[in-house]
């Protein structure tokens, strides 16, 4: 499991050659506004720009990142040893605020596709979507 958030900002480095995607759910109180691969000398970064929607401080958020090769083939990530590899973000972002992140992940990784997980706020509550496994299930199908 990757864990942190790394909020630099994407120096432009050679970008890969497919278009990510991503997924927002209608009631998630997180809109993911962008996700980028590049390049990078031992793995790939993939690059998260979110929004919270919300009028609530969230502590943690987590997003689920499938990893597609350059034949748009899964490809799993050696650390998650799977194709859906879960990011977490462990840092508050404020009410309706904007914020990115920086991860690792497999060398290879061509294109993704990321899809928000859970969000944690402040106050000890949490949203969850239940319909995670549907998704990856209907976009690992389609290759």
Request: glycine share 6%; net charge negative.
């Amino acid at each position: 499991m990757v864990t942190g958030c790394d909020t630099s900002q994407n120096e432009g480095s050679a970008t890969a050659n497919a278009k990510p995607g991503f997924v927002n759910s209608p009631d998630a109180p997180v809109s993911i506004n962008s996700i980028n691969v590049e390049k990078a000398p031992l793995y790939h970064e993939i690059f998260i720009d979110y929004t919270n929607n919300t009028p609530k401080i969230i502590d943690q958020i987590e997003f689920c990142v499938l990893l597609f090769d350059e034949n748009g083939n899964p490809l799993v990530d050696t650390h998650a040893q799977s194709c859906a590899k879960p990011i977490i973000c462990k840092k508050q972002l404020v009410p309706h605020g904007i914020a990115n992140g920086k991860w690792l992940v497999q060398l290879g990784t061509k294109n993704i596709k990321a899809h928000l997980v859970r969000v944690t706020y402040y106050d000890g509550t949490a949203w969850e979507d239940p319909g995670l496994a549907k998704w990856v299930e209907a976009e690992i199908a389609k290759y």
